[in-house]
């Protein structure tokens, strides 16, 4: 897939850190070892585990760059082809 095929959505914002981890509060559902990127593109870790019920889960991430502060931001790539839309929507 061409990098312009690709488009960045969000994932959620960091909620902490727990034993070198990262601890995501998620708006849509990764793929287990799918890559994590901050709005720079730079790679932050790959998804290990999702955490919590279905209508409010968290995702945690391990990786060399996890030293993200609470609240920002954090992406994955996601194609318009191959890939359903997991998008979480509460209600």
């Known amino acids: 897939m061409s990098h312009d095929a690709r488009k960045l959505k969000r994932l ?3 909620w902490g850190h727990v034993e070198g ?3 995501v509060e998620a ?14 593109l730079r790679e932050v870790g790959r998804v290990v ?3 919590g019920p279905v209508s ?5 991430i391990m990786g060399e760059n996890v030293s993200h502060e609470p609240g920002t931001p954090l992406y ?10 997991t998008g979480h929507r509460s209600g």
């Not at 708006?27 to 990127?37: D, Q, R, S, T």
């Not at 409010?56 to 945690?60: A, D, I, M, S, T």
């Open 56 to 60: 409010h889960f968290f995702v945690e």
């Open 27 to 40: 708006e849509l559902l990764p793929e287990l070892g799918e890559k994590i990127y901050d709005s720079r």
């Open 12 to 14: 959620g914002r960091v």
């Open 49 to 51: 585990s999702v955490l």
């Open 76 to 85: 994955v790539l996601r194609g318009d082809r191959g890939k359903r839309d």
């Open 21 to 23: 981890s990262l601890i």
